[in-house]
């Protein structure tokens, strides 16, 4: 074979079999190469910016869940408390191995992009398009359907106060001063399409997306989207992942 190397250390290789040795020894790691050392091995470190690649998730084994689901659903014979309900609905999606995240929590960690806009968006899966309406004392509502009259209202996402350690800024009247108003307080951006291998059953508005939003009003960041179920005000299953390809993003750009 013609001689080739590591692309991490350098190392050369003379043969395969001296290739295949390199692979199996640093199997999982990295074998970076130091100043004054000869392949000393390192834990490879992947940096990861996307908000959305940092989405902390809560995991229970699922064993455990299992139990814990059957306590839940004994109990629920008896007694008609919602939290009871919600942890019921949270094990029997964590026995089925998903991952578990609080919608608030990961949104305010995703922070805000350079104009004070919400750098993750979620939305229900069956929309084409999203509103982010900003809020009092940092806070805002992500709102499925357009209209005074909207029968989807109670499916919007409504953040709680402080989400976002900011104030808004206010419409300035004639002399300069402040309004009451909220400046640029509403905005939109398209919801990416679910690619046919994570379809899933029944109707669409029964599911919701999480996605990176790296300028609102263009489309969607290509970046791992989230198909989520929705449990109660703030949790969520995660189903899945992907990412966005440019012919998704293509069509996207054409649905009104």
Not at 117 to 143: M, W
Request: glycine residues 6%.
């Amino acid at each position: 074979m013609r001689k080739s190397k590591c692309l991490t250390c350098g190392s050369i290789f003379k043969s395969k079999t001296d290739k295949k040795k390199h692979k199996q020894e640093y199997l999982n790691r990295s074998c970076k190469k130091l100043k004054g050392g000869e392949g000393e091995v390192e834990e490879k470190k992947i940096e990861r910016k996307s908000p959305i690649q940092k989405v902390e998730t809560i995991v229970i084994p699922e064993k455990q869940a299992e139990e814990e689901w059957k306590k839940y659903c004994k109990l629920l014979r008896t007694r008609k408390d919602k939290h009871l309900e919600i942890m019921k609905k949270s094990m029997y999606f964590a026995k089925q191995g998903k991952k578990l995240i609080n919608v608030y929590d990961v949104i305010q960690k995703g922070g805000l992009n350079k104009n004070r806009e919400p750098r993750l968006a979620i939305a229900r899966a069956d929309i084409n398009e999203v509103r982010f309406v900003k809020q009092d004392t940092g806070s805002g509502q992500f709102c499925m359907e357009h209209g005074s009259y909207r029968s989807g209202w109670n499916t919007d996402v409504h953040l709680p106060q402080k989400t976002f350690k900011t104030q808004w800024e206010r419409n300035l009247k004639a002399d300069g001063t402040p309004d009451w108003g909220i400046k640029n307080n509403e905005f939109k951006t398209k919801v990416p399409l679910i690619p046919a291998d994570l379809m899933p059953e029944g109707e669409l508005k029964n599911y919701y997306i999480l996605w990176e939003v790296k300028e609102w009003e263009q489309l969607p960041e290509t970046k791992d989207p989230f198909l989520l179920k929705r449990i109660s005000e703030n949790m969520f299953a995660v189903l899945g992942a992907w990412d966005v390809t440019e012919l998704e993003r293509a069509i996207i750009g054409g649905l009104n």
